[in-house]
């Protein structure tokens, strides 16, 4: 597996930095380890979280188990996809578990044929499933419909719960006949909590506005990691976002996503930054394509 490590750029460098207290590398975790006696063995390697961001709400996450996550895969049609998966999209990798929050096409994206060329089942909200399926665009076997609150075990010591989110979802197919383009009924978005092996929380907002149950979810769930859609119009801006993060959901760590690949969400992460001017919640600024080892 070959994986692009950018930090190259000055703000990639903070971020890390900021990160130091909550999430350390191999390398720092080696540095910070007592002395090992000269007998002993090759040192243990700490399991470790990697996760790249493909852009808007896609994120390809390596488990510290060695399991692949994808979420929200919008490649061959997302701007700002990694190339390399864009010419391929079985260079992903072989996914284990790929989370879909609803049918936008920029969530929805190639998740269907991701979950056919992996024979991975799509997990996703129970009514975008079930028109996937009945119109033939993902085979039976391959979608897991769940909806909010409930959980699923798809994979050893990992856990997903459906949350709410409070957005709109409407699938747009091409008509099998004539081709143009039809739109059907797919349910409400959700969010995804992610519990990872070693315990770690990813809260996956998805797509949403800005409701009061954050709060619930926040004390329910206990997220370490929010990725919170920042860029407006569809969703949350900065302002709203920093809101929410500051006053109800106050996560250890937060990555700003779903903004900088379309027009009509002009939020920016610089306004994001200065909404949330004051506040101690890391906050983990990503490039498209770039990975972070957590
Ligand atoms: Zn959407």
Redesign the pocket.
């Known amino acids: 597996m070959k994986i692009a490590h950018r930090f190259k750029h000055s703000f990639a460098a903070v971020a890390m930095t900021s990160m130091a207290a909550l999430c350390v590398n191999n390398t720092q975790a080696q540095t910070a380890a007592p002395a090992a006696p000269a007998a002993a063995t090759a040192p243990v390697a700490k399991p470790k979280l990697e996760m790249q961001w493909l852009g808007q709400a896609g994120f390809r996450i390596m488990t510290p188990g060695g399991k692949l996550i994808v979420v929200d895969p919008w490649i061959t049609g997302g701007p700002k996809a990694p190339a390399n998966y864009k010419a391929d999209l079985a260079s992903v990798g072989k996914i284990d578990l790929l989370l879909v929050s609803?049918a936008?096409q920029?969530?929805l994206g190639d998740a269907t044929e991701l979950a056919k060329i992996n024979q991975t089942k799509l997990y996703g909200p129970a009514d975008m499933v079930t028109p996937l399926t009945l119109l033939g665009a993902l085979p039976p076997e391959l979608g897991h419909r769940f909806n909010k609150t409930g959980a699923v075990k798809p994979l050893p010591g990992i856990k997903v719960t459906a949350v709410q989110a409070e957005?709109?979802?409407l699938l747009v197919l091409p008509n099998a006949t004539t081709n143009k383009p039809e739109s059907h009924a797919a349910g409400e978005?959700i969010g995804f909590i992610i519990e990872l092996e070693n315990g770690y929380k990813i809260w996956h907002m998805?797509?949403t506005g800005l409701f009061g149950d954050m709060k619930f979810i926040a004390e329910h769930y206990k997220p370490d990691l929010v990725l919170i859609p920042i860029g407006g119009n569809?969703?949350m801006g900065p302002e709203d976002a920093a809101y929410a993060l500051k006053t109800w959901i106050k996560p250890k760590a937060v990555v700003p996503m779903h903004y900088n690949s379309n027009p009509m969400t002009p939020g920016t992460l610089a306004e994001f930054n200065a909404a949330m001017k004051g506040s101690n919640i890391k906050i983990i600024p990503m490039t498209e394509g770039q990975t972070l080892v957590f």
């Open positions: 609803h936008h920029d969530h957005h709109s979802s978005a998805g797509d569809f969703t």
